[in-house]
């Protein structure tokens, strides 16, 4: 059975910093791209910032550039979206995502909320 777990999202004050962290199982990890997607009510879903599956490539939204950055641990199943210098505008709820044509998977979270707010 495929999970992927969220954690780390909730409250912070604008100018701080989260780091979400997603746990995969039930799939064959290494060959899949990651990425971590965020979605305000009532507007589109949003690809924050994604990885290759080796790790040496990454990208990410002009509007998290510089203050996201996202990493993978792949012995750990893990990858991880650290976000600083958070801004209202940032308030989401962030999902992970893992995708691989090769693999012929596409999975999601379930969902995490990040609110940020003075």
């Known amino acids: 059975q495929v999970q992927l777990v969220e954690s780390g999202g909730g409250l912070v004050h604008p100018g701080g910093s989260l780091r979400l962290s997603c746990v995969a199982s039930g799939f064959n990890f290494s060959p899949y791209a990651l990425a971590w997607e965020r979605q305000v009510p009532g507007k589109e879903r949003e690809l924050v910032a994604g990885?290759?599956?080796?790790?040496?490539?990454?990208a990410y939204a002009p509007s998290v550039k510089g203050r996201f950055t996202i990493s993978r641990d792949n012995a750990e199943r893990t990858w991880y979206l650290q976000m600083n210098n958070l801004t209202p505008e940032d308030t989401a709820v962030y999902y992970c995502?893992?995708?691989?044509?090769?693999?012929?998977?596409?999975?999601w979270g379930q969902g995490i909320q990040v609110t940020v707010s003075s």
């Open positions: 995502y893992a995708g691989s044509a090769m693999e012929d998977g596409d999975y």
């Open positions: 990885i290759t599956p080796a790790g040496d490539s990454t």
